[in-house]
């Protein structure tokens, strides 16, 4: 079964504007950390922002921060004030107390438009 | 950034020829991760390693061993490549498993099996 969902295969938004990226995922754990990683088009993994299962406020990391819905199981990235920079792949990844991988979703891309 | 290097970065190579990648990193961590990247899929686990000589198999383990000689090397083996086995490969490593512990990426190798 999928861990992790991300709906949304591509996303366009104007520079300097807002912008959210949906990720859901399906645990029974109730230990367990959400990640997003940046991907742009050199192809490298950058981390971007963390968020623990139990953390009772949303994470943010500058420009990102993370829109943590326990009940609804979703962790969406938003991105404020987008730059040209920003436009890249962006994965959600879940890691499980009890499992020693990471899950990942199958990405989203977004494109910052001038 | 974390010292986390991969080699070769590119290659090419015939199916039913073995190809050994190699992930090299200089953090010490114990935990190392092999993934394969592929279009709609995200990253998956290929194998991973919790400890010199210790290694276990992920999601996508078939036809792919691993080896663990040095805390500082892990290698992914394809005994006999296929079409099937193209993609890109991550290495990535992490201090711990915890859930709250990233992982930091290598910068990942492009494999063709022609």
């Known amino acids: 079964a999928q861990k992790i969902t991300q709906t949304q295969p591509g996303m366009f938004v104007q520079e300097k504007e807002a912008v959210t990226l949906d990720c859901t995922y399906d645990t029974s754990d109730q230990s367990y950390g959400l990640f997003w990683y940046k991907q742009p088009s050199s192809g490298e993994m950058i981390f971007l922002i963390y968020q623990g299962s139990y953390d009772e406020q949303n994470a943010t990391e500058g420009r990102y921060s993370l829109n943590f819905q326990k009940a609804r199981k979703s962790a969406n990235l938003v991105i404020s004030a987008s730059q040209l920079g920003d436009s890249a792949m962006y994965f959600c990844a879940m890691r499980e107390i009890n499992n020693n991988d990471m899950r990942f979703g199958a990405g989203t891309r977004l494109t910052v438009k001038p | 950034d974390a010292g986390i290097t991969q080699s070769p970065r590119h290659k090419v190579t015939e199916t039913g020829t073995p190809v050994t990648l190699r992930c090299h990193q200089t953090?010490?961590?114990?935990?190392m991760y092999w993934y394969r990247q592929d279009p709609g899929h995200g990253l998956r686990l290929i194998h991973y390693s919790y400890g010199v000589k210790d290694t276990d198999k992920g999601e996508v383990s078939d036809g792919y061993s691993v080896s663990r000689s040095k805390t500082e090397d892990f290698l992914l083996t394809l005994e006999s490549a296929t079409s099937s086995q193209t993609s890109v490969y991550f290495c990535a490593i992490s201090l711990t498993p915890n859930t709250y512990n990233e992982q930091f990426f290598g910068p990942g190798t492009r494999l063709t099996v022609l």
């Open positions: 953090e010490n961590h114990r935990y």
